[in-house]
């Protein structure tokens, strides 16, 4: 592997554990003013210091992240279709690699929609980004499956949507956690990071989501809803890190959530040009 790509993919992985702790944020880009994401600047200023990498669309990072941050960037460079159409696999590349490279990204993603009516342009995109990727040195990071696509999903559907976007090339493969996840994370050659899909019904549910996924082999998470739609969203992403970097139990990481929920911080919301 090229040091470029090399070192941008180690930013975001720990040397120590080998994981890494994303936070999502880039849901806008299709679903709109998402819940608890309306103003962006301030769901992300307080995670912001305790997250390993930031997922994000370029619009949100100008708006809402300073420039001074130096948490990494996996900037989503696909889209194109909203939640108002039948769709969602109709995506294009709406972010150039140009783009990418001038906003010191460390890594791009995109959406692949194995199985879905436009399977063959999203991954045909994949093979594309991946050419320019190795070229710029840019790491790729293919998600499998969103919204509407994902109800039906499982681990025989996600083991070949995962390697399938190893084999096309992708660095890193974000995808979401499902019953035989170790079945997926057998068949995938590159490191995965679980989403955590809609928010779930308790903080202690998406701990238990994130310490089975590390158990079965997942390199990190990659996570939005169940951290910022909770009502603790710095205890949560804290308890988190827990499991993923310190291998904590479920229970160790409700002691954490349970410490850190009750601390008063006070974040400024930068003011951004
Ligand atoms: C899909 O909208 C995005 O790729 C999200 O980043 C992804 O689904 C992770 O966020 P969540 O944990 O909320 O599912």
Redesign the pocket.
């Known amino acids: 592997m090229d040091w470029g790509l090399a070192n941008r993919i180690g930013r975001m992985f720990s040397p120590t554990s080998g994981n890494t702790v994303m936070l999502?944020?880039?849901?806008g880009?299709?679903?709109g003013p998402t819940h608890r994401l309306e103003d962006a600047r301030a769901t992300i200023a307080p995670l912001l210091p305790h997250a390993d990498a930031l997922?994000l669309t370029r619009g949100i990072l100008r708006r809402a992240v300073p420039p001074t941050a130096t948490t990494p960037i996996v900037l989503?460079v696909s889209g194109g279709v909203t939640v108002l159409h039948e769709d969602l696999s109709h995506e294009a590349i709406t972010t150039s690699m140009t783009e990418a490279l001038r906003l010191n990204a460390s890594a791009i993603?995109l959406?692949v929609f194995v199985g879905a009516p436009h399977e063959h342009e999203s991954l045909v995109h994949l093979g594309d980004l991946v050419n320019e990727g190795e070229t710029a040195g840019m790491p790729v990071m293919a998600?499998t499956a969103?919204?509407k696509e994902l109800e039906k999903r499982d681990a025989r559907y996600l083991a070949l949507a995962c390697r399938v976007s190893a084999e096309l090339g992708a660095h890193i493969v974000?995808t979401?956690y499902c019953e035989n996840f170790s079945k997926v994370v057998q068949g995938c050659p590159v490191p995965l990071v679980v989403?955590?899909?809609?928010?779930l019904d308790s903080d202690k549910a998406a701990l238990e989501l994130a310490r089975a996924a590390i158990d079965e082999g997942a390199h990190g998470?990659?996570?939005?809803?169940?951290?910022w739609?909770s009502d603790h969203p710095v205890a949560m992403l804290k308890a988190l890190r827990k499991i993923v970097h310190e291998k904590a139990t479920v229970s160790e990481a409700l002691d954490v959530l349970a410490t850190e929920k009750n601390k008063r911080t006070t974040t400024t919301v930068p003011a951004i040009a």
Do not use: T
């Open positions: 999502a944020v880039d849901h880009y299709f679903m997922a989503r993603a959406s998600i969103v919204g974000k979401y989403a955590g899909g809609p928010k998470i990659d996570m939005g809803r169940n951290i739609q």
